[in-house]
């Protein structure tokens, strides 16, 4: 059985971003669920990502996409376990969207590892998508606090707040707003799609 | 059975799992090019894939997981039911005329937190096997309600005199973040 077709993984770093967002926009209401919603993902990427090299040759191709959302939610369900002891806070606000972050597509995107010769440059490529995501959902979230609060962790940043930024109607604007921008400022971004991620 | 109503007519409009949660939102964040009829196809092969496994998925809460404290295992086994069904799914569509177009979208079905995310926001809010199921449809017409309505707006604003930076993705989501706010109104019902 093949989920993801080999072009899928093909497209252009500004779609995979997008499409990593998926998972946690819904958490990152503020720069600090952000922030560790994107840590987070950029870990278990990596563990994943790990895991599947350690075991290259013994998954067989049928059971890659599952073995890696398997591994991945194993993680996310322990650290849970941890929040529960110690920061239960933290866990009442992030809620679903840490075992969502198994279905991000920069975990599934591991499996290409199974496939590809060049194993360590490909686990690099990796981690700096998930860098970026980590940049970009901090970025988003802490956008979000700015217009619906006025401040960021405490900080006053704006004279005048628009408190439906915070709702997810708000987040979807500025999503929308900030994505315009950079067909703007820089319309070939878009256009690598064939060339895939560099 | 007013309850019921309630349930499904919530998951369409005011409890909307994309509009309220922003779940299940990649649809939205893909640029390409189909049309109503598609994504009513997807939006309804979402539906059946919601409502099957919220069926699966209580049963197996209710029968195993709970009488044997196992509660601590649920993200693992709603998540291996999620993806058993969309196998069976994809076995099921193999002979269709349709079936690469079927196959273009199966990842998108497959990764739509949508599926995973109303499962574990429900499982323990729904009491008998009725509410998981009407409750889990009503979701799914939302999403697929929602996937038209912007395919509609989107086949009219392709039309208008937009700067080019605008179109695509960007006035989507743009489109979609008022439709939100929209259905924010509902929610005092």
Do not use: C
Not at chain 1, 59 to 66: D, F, L, M, S, W
Not at chain 1, 70 to 87: A, E, P, R
Not at chain 2, 11 to 21: D, P, R, S
Not at chain 2, 93 to 100: I, L, N, V
Request: hydrophobic fraction near 55%; avoid cysteine.
């Amino acid at each position: 059985m093949e989920l993801f077709s080999s072009e899928f993984w093909q497209q252009s770093r500004i779609y995979l971003l997008l499409l990593a967002l998926a998972p946690a926009l819904g958490g990152a209401t503020n720069f600090s669920n952000a922030l560790y919603l994107g840590l987070i993902t950029l870990v278990v990427t990596m563990a994943a990502g790990l895991v599947n090299v350690a075991l290259k040759g013994i998954i067989e191709k049928e059971a890659r996409v599952p073995f890696t959302v398997i591994v991945t939610i194993t993680l996310l369900t322990m650290y849970q376990f941890y929040l529960m002891i110690f920061n239960a806070s933290l866990l009442d606000e992030l809620g679903i969207f840490i075992p969502l972050a198994a279905l991000n597509v920069l975990v599934l995107r591991q499996t290409v590892l199974f496939e590809v010769e060049d194993v360590s440059h490909e686990f690099r490529k990796s981690v700096w998508l998930g860098v970026q995501f980590l940049f970009l959902l901090a970025f988003l979230g802490g956008l979000r606090e700015m217009l619906a609060t006025g401040s960021i962790m405490g900080t006053d940043m704006l004279a005048r707040n628009l408190s439906f930024f915070g709702e997810p109607g708000g987040m979807l604007i500025i999503l929308g707003m900030l994505f315009a921008l950079v067909k703007a400022v820089a319309p070939e971004l878009q256009q690598d799609r064939e060339k895939g991620v560099k | 059975m007013l309850d019921l109503l309630y349930l499904l007519l919530g998951g369409v409009l005011w409890n909307n799992i994309i509009l309220t949660q922003l779940l299940g939102l990649s649809p939205f964040l893909v640029e390409r090019k189909s049309s109503v009829e598609d994504v009513w196809g997807m939006g309804m092969m979402t539906t059946a894939l919601m409502t099957a496994s919220a069926f699966v998925a209580f049963l197996i809460y209710d029968v195993i997981l709970e009488p044997l404290a196992l509660e601590f295992l649920e993200n693992i086994i709603l998540i291996l039911i999620v993806f058993l069904l969309v196998i069976l799914f994809q076995q099921y569509k193999k002979g269709e005329a349709r079936e690469k177009r079927w196959h273009f979208y199966l990842p998108d079905v497959f990764m739509n937190t949508a599926v995973f995310g109303i499962l574990l926001l429900n499982m323990t809010e729904w009491e008998t096997v009725i509410e998981a199921i009407v409750g889990a449809a009503g979701f799914g017409l939302g999403f697929a309600v929602l996937l038209v309505i912007i395919e509609a707006i989107n086949s009219r604003v392709d039309k208008l005199p937009l700067p080019e930076w605008l179109r695509g993705i960007p006035i989507q989501l743009i489109t979609l973040g008022i439709l939100a706010l929209a259905v924010s109104g509902f929610s005092g019902i």
